[in-house]
């Protein structure tokens, strides 16, 4: 007998075969082969449930119902940061496709691309440029460690994608609403025995890459007083990014996840080094602040070893407030099915802050057990994961009806 | 009209067109085939000038004159750090066929080889191997960033060198006294107006790997209090390391050279970070004492963060005292061609330092221009090279008469 648990895990682990990597995580990079595939592989669950799958010109995957009046749309994401988990971005959408499955008529399920753009030190390229908040010609200055452009990438992926028609637009004018769901990336809910968590706030990443050019020089002949080590300023940064994390915790933080250095050998002191910094707040203005302290403090740990700083700005946010009436509509449905929620806000960026800007969006978050994220150990409860989708579904179907239920 | 000038400069640029790197710097690693393929043309060059090129088991390169009577050798290195300079090992080798070239009867020649192996985490492998302080075990041991061993390496860079004759073992018992001549790795000869520098003690190098372990966690989802943020606890050593080699100077130094972190991505928390310290002193001991503060501050860094740390020594050692007689054997010959000179110290490793535990040798810096070391910016002047070349022909001269002036 296939019970929802096991149809769910079998498509959880379906997606996580594609691209598993030697450290036991997923490995499904924005636009790359990988992420192609798994949504070749969504596109076909979604046929077998009565829709039609089409590309839009930005790399998302819309799987439409006939005709084409409105609908109620549902999905997350199927690419992975490097090293990543089994459930964030798949979780959200296979519960999207049995969603589609179990509830009739105008509803759809979409997908959108390079969700985890981290090797372009970004996210959310998909929903992004498809609300028009990100141009080709941002795309086009995105470069990842091998200095490809994410533009050209994207081509390359959409090619991947020929065996799927292709949308001369968005069908966004279309959508009643959307509904993502997720799994939980910190381990509050469980905490307060909660199965499902409304996010009523998302916050707005800021990052920047700090790149220091010191002086390449012999480790055993240059007097201390004549260094220009580049990797001691990016030292003093990390720390002091560490120290503004603990100081304006917990609506802000701030994270040095990246740093490389040149050349990297151990007889030679450092001449360059280059760090990116994430910056997350949900207080308007809460990382432009963090952010101007830490540029401070940049400044002054070059300045003071005779290095050089480049700041180069990836990109800028705001908090995103999401839809009242669709956080009540969740929580209606919750409480129809008996299902333990609250709201909560969070810091990680997601697709549904974009779709926010031009539909009412709800994003659910499902309770991770161990508060493990972008990492292997991710984990959550099949019983939550099924509350979540018995929630989806009762909220497509209430949102279908012309938005009653607090809306 | 070649001059000598034009023949050290043309032969220097040989070298350096073996493998120039897309920085402007040399690339010829330690037992790689750019090593070889410059020993193969130092071999041309001597049996041009009547010696007879052959290979040790330990990829060192000896010209040896005709007979087996007893020799003086000159020379250095051949191999660079990664974008290395010009002139370190490549002056000293050069100047050594010079001189071979002028000095009639017993002199050779003895070009050591993998003297600059960071890329394994040492130094000086050919001459340590060679004079019984390195063993086939400890090459085996040694990794570079590839995963690949120092002694497999080193077997693949012995087939390079087919075409020179094989010696059974390396002839030290032959050599009367060995002489190298090498840049300056600092400014401080020009400085005080001399041309050239005999070094009379070499610092010992102690080398060690530490490995931060924390957790790799969402970079936004993750409070301040609950990181194990691996890259925060190498951050400290770095800035630790730099105030330590601030307080030691100027007989101790201290330098992270290295530095690589996992997953290196923007919006994850380093779950680990790897880094690579070189401590020199002259002083016995000293280079001991700052390491023990370092790694008990690496400790505390960890402790307080939920981070583990393993430590890996990758080498240990004392400074070299040169055999006083070589000293005041040198600076004879620079007296008698009004050379000025001047007694100094060498913080960088070099193969005379090994040699000199079984032959009297003698280290000699020719004045840098800039004090740029293991950069392609390394500088000295033609004067200041055509006088050291007179006097290695001088002391090669005094040193093959059987020890006089003042040995």
């Known amino acids: 007998m296939i019970t929802t648990k096991n149809k769910l895990k079998d498509r959880i682990e379906e997606l996580f075969a594609l691209a598993p990597d030697c450290n036991g995580g997923a490995n499904r990079p924005a636009f790359s082969k990988a992420e192609a595939e798994a949504m070749l592989l969504v596109a076909?669950?979604?046929r077998a449930a009565g829709l039609e799958p089409a590309v839009d010109p930005f790399g998302n995957l819309w799987c439409l119902p006939p005709g084409d009046g409105p609908f109620v749309t549902s999905g997350s994401h199927v690419d992975t940061v490097p090293d990543g988990g089994r459930l964030d971005g798949s979780l959200g959408t296979v519960i999207a496709v049995e969603a589609a499955e179990r509830v009739a008529g105008q509803r759809g399920i979409l997908v959108c691309a390079a969700e985890e753009a981290a090797r372009f030190g970004a996210g959310t390229l998909g929903s992004r440029s498809m609300t028009g908040n990100l141009s080709d010609t941002d795309l086009a200055r995105m470069r990842d460690a091998e200095g490809r452009g994410a533009l050209s990438v994207r081509s390359e992926y959409l090619n991947a994608l020929e065996r799927i028609p292709k949308l001369e637009r968005a069908p966004l004018e279309r959508v009643l609403a959307h509904v993502e769901v997720h799994i939980e990336q910190r381990a509050d809910l469980r905490k307060h025995g909660l199965s499902l968590g409304i996010a009523t706030t998302i916050a707005g990443?800021?990052?920047?890459?700090l790149r220091f050019i010191g002086e390449v020089a012999h480790a055993g002949e240059t007097p201390a007083a004549e260094r220009r080590d580049a990797l001691c300023a990016a030292a003093e940064i990390v720390l002091l990014a560490e120290k503004l994390c603990q100081q304006y915790a917990p609506h802000t933080t701030a994270t040095v996840g990246t740093l490389l250095i040149h050349p990297n050998s151990l007889t030679s002191i450092?001449?360059?080094?280059?760090?990116?910094?994430?910056i997350r707040s949900v207080e308007p203005g809460g990382a432009k602040r963090l952010l101007d302290e830490l540029l401070h403090g940049a400044r002054r740990a070059a300045g003071s070893r005779g290095v050089t700083l480049a700041d180069v700005p990836l990109?800028?946010?705001?908090p995103t407030v999401m839809d009242e009436a669709m956080v009540r509509a969740a929580e209606s449905a919750?409480?129809?099915l008996e299902v333990r929620c609250g709201r909560c806000v969070s810091f990680a960026g997601h697709?549904?802050?974009h779709i926010a800007r031009t539909v009412p969006a709800a994003l659910l978050f499902v309770a991770s057990e161990n508060g493990v994220s972008h990492a292997p150990g991710e984990a959550a409860n099949w019983k939550d994961m099924e509350a979540a989708l018995a929630v989806l579904v009762e909220l497509m179907h209430s949102l279908q009806g012309g938005g009653n239920d607090g809306r």
Chains 1, 2 share one sequence.
């Open 315 to 318: 990109s800028v946010s705001e």
């Open 334 to 336: 919750c409480g129809r």
């Open 270 to 278: 450092p001449g360059a080094a280059e760090l990116g910094v994430d």
């Open 351 to 353: 697709d549904a802050q």
């Open 44 to 46: 076909g669950w979604a």
């Open 205 to 209: 990443p800021v990052r920047h890459r």
